[in-house]
């Protein structure tokens, strides 16, 4: 079984547009992550929820929304798609929310055209 | 500005030679270190985690931290071709939460 998940692994739109991404982890941990990973591969934080609650919410342009449902899961919604939104995003997942180690999922490939 | 300074590289070696990654990091009062390989077109896998002072080895894989001098290394020993991917440092900042923050990664070339 896959720890962490990630839907769609790939998604081409176009300007302008809306899209989700959704992430579901099985290991039972308590803290769920938004990543995002630039063309030079620059790997930066988000987002992170701690038990459904907002714990960490750094420098992004509020068209991008997560939302957590339950601690296993972490949605992340971005409106009006922009050309430099394309990057991969990586969800990621640690037992607690202070100095454990994260794991990720498999990214999604965001292209805006 | 919290940051993690790595050598982008390539960094070239033989088959079966010793491989070191350095790290650089600028909050005295970190708390957690972390090596993460990522290959071309995939997610970052965690191959080693390090909290204190000294060396931590793990098959081939050697983490070393100094926190005094805010820098921590990797070395992998007998280096494979299969080793050829790119080296991410990451660290927890303090201030609580488990914000990790990565380095640019330093590409690994192994060749035969």
């Known amino acids: 079984d896959t720890a962490v998940s990630q839907t769609p692994k790939y998604l081409v739109t176009q300007m302008g547009n809306d899209k989700s991404i959704k992430c579901e982890q099985n290991?039972?941990?308590?803290?769920m992550y938004w990543y995002k990973q630039d063309s030079k591969k620059f790997l930066k934080i988000m987002f992170s929820?701690?038990?459904?609650?907002?714990?960490i919410n750094e420098t992004v342009p509020n068209r991008f929304s997560p939302k957590s449902p339950d601690k296993a899961h972490l949605n992340l919604h971005i409106n009006s798609l922009e050309l430099g939104d394309s990057a991969v995003y990586f969800c990621a997942s640690s037992q607690t929310a202070r100095y454990t180690e994260a794991f990720f999922g498999q990214g999604t490939r965001l292209t805006v055209v | 500005q919290k940051e993690v300074e790595q050598n982008s590289g390539p960094l070239s070696v033989p088959e079966g030679a010793i491989a070191s990654l350095n790290c650089t990091y600028s909050?005295?009062?970190?708390?957690?270190f972390f090596w993460y390989r990522q290959y071309s077109g995939k997610s970052p896998e965690l191959i080693m985690f390090i909290y204190s002072n000294g060396d931590k080895e793990d098959g081939r894989f050697t983490a070393q931290l100094n926190k005094a001098s805010q820098y921590v290394s990797l070395l992998i020993r007998d280096s494979q071709p299969s080793d050829s991917a790119t080296y991410l440092c990451a660290v927890t900042f303090s201030g609580g939460y488990n914000k990790l923050i990565f380095g640019a990664g330093t590409r690994l070339a192994v060749h035969p």
């Open positions: 929820y701690n038990n459904k609650e907002l714990i």
């Open positions: 909050d005295r009062g970190s708390q957690s």
């Open positions: 290991l039972g941990h308590d803290t």
